[in-house]
């Protein structure tokens, strides 16, 4: 079986704090695999590791078969990341900020012809700051292929989008699935996650709480819905 993220041990301190706690992680090459857990679980701070953005404390990570560097330009053009604070220059337009984005990869995707999968055609001269939520989100994804990614990391993409633009969004990342691109995504969002994820982790306190299928998740939980399943595993319901 390949692997797209391979990660054992990982341990992780802030000051006195421990964030991580031995964590094993494995992502299969062409799946969608969901991260979830309670805000400061340690969702965040393990793509940080995964991505070498963080220095681990203790453990090892492989990522498309390499040891993270983000210095090292040739294996990190193959990852394509969206962070969940996106921040764009003031007044540029998507033209703009696509050009340079194209401008930054060896073998970079022919954006123009992409914009219409991603119902942005119609905004190429159009300043960032006027495109609605969801179209951020949208040229997010865009910028984020840009480089023709095998690996595709995603931080609470849908948060605060309406349901429309929730779903196009959807229909955009099945596609890239199918086209081979291997998803990591968080998500406060359990229909998102039973919607899309092949499998999924559910973190506790920088620990592995449960991992499997959504339907192994359930059976295990007892739950009917993953929104049910969530609540009761990291006790969120329990007031």
Known sequence: MTYAIEAEGLVKYYGNNQVLHGLNMNVKAGEIFGLIGANGAGKSTTIDCLLGTKKLDQG??????????????????????QFQESAFQNGLTVKEIC???????KNPIDWRTKLADYQLEHHV?????????????KLCILLATMGQPKLLVLDELTTGLDPIARRQIWN?????????????LTSHDMH?????CDRILLLKHGNVFMEGTVQEVLSKSGAKSMDDAYLQLTGEGIR
Not at 60 to 76: A, C, D, E, M, Y
Not at 99 to 105: A, F, G, K, P, V
Not at 125 to 136: H, N
């Open 60 to 81: 090892t990570v492989k990522i498309l078969r390499n040891s993270p560097n983000p210095k090292q330009k040739s294996h990190f053009e193959q990852i394509g990341v």
């Open 172 to 184: 955009n990342l099945r596609r890239l699935n199918d086209e081979g691109v291997t998803i990591l």
């Open 192 to 196: 998102e996650i039973e919607t899309l």
């Open 125 to 137: 001269r159009s300043s960032i700051s006027t495109l609605s939520g969801g179209e951020r989100q």
């Open 99 to 105: 050009e340079i984005t194209h401008s930054l990869y």
